[in-house]
C-alpha cells in the first residue's frame, strides 16, 4: 500500500505560481509511476505530469512549458510546480501512485484556485 499527501494548495492571481507537493509512505522508486491530476467542478478528472521509477517525466500539452514535476527520492516527495497560473486550472489537484501491478492510490487532494 501506499498512503499519499497533498500541501501547497490555496489561492493565487492569473499568472500567479504554485507549488504542490506530494509526500509518499515509501520510496517513489518502488512506485512505477507518480503522477498529478485535477479535476475541475463538472469535469472529469484528467492527468496533468507524471514522473516515472527512472525519472521520466510525462506532461499534458495543456500544461507543457509551464508546469514542472521533479521528485526527492531522500524524501519520497513529488512537487508539481505551476507557473502562469490561469482560471481554469481551478481544481482539486490529486496526487496519485501507480504499482507495476497495477495497483493505484490516491491522495486526499489539494484545492487550487485562480482567481482575481
Known amino acids: 500500500q501506499v498512503q499519499l499527501v497533498e500541501s501547497g494548495g490555496g489561492l493565487v492571481q492569473p499568472g500567479g505560481s504554485l507549488r504542490l507537493s506530494c509526500a509518499a509512505s515509501?520510496?517513489?522508486?518502488?512506485?512505477?509511476?507518480m503522477g498529478w491530476y485535477r479535476q475541475a467542478p463538472g469535469k472529469q478528472r484528467e492527468l496533468i505530469a507524471g514522473i516515472t521509477d527512472s525519472g521520466i517525466p510525462i506532461y499534458a500539452d495543456s500544461v507543457k512549458g509551464r508546469f514542472t514535476i521533479s521528485r526527492d527520492v531522500a524524501k519520497n516527495t513529488v512537487d508539481l510546480q505551476m507557473n502562469n497560473l490561469k482560471p481554469e486550472a481551478t481544481a482539486v489537484y490529486y496526487c496519485?501512485?501507480?504499482?507495476?501491478?497495477?495497483?493505484?492510490?490516491w491522495g486526499q487532494g489539494t484545492q487550487v484556485t485562480v482567481s482575481a
Open positions: 496519485d501512485a501507480r504499482l507495476s501491478d497495477a495497483h493505484g492510490y
Open positions: 515509501r520510496s517513489i522508486l518502488s512506485i512505477y509511476v
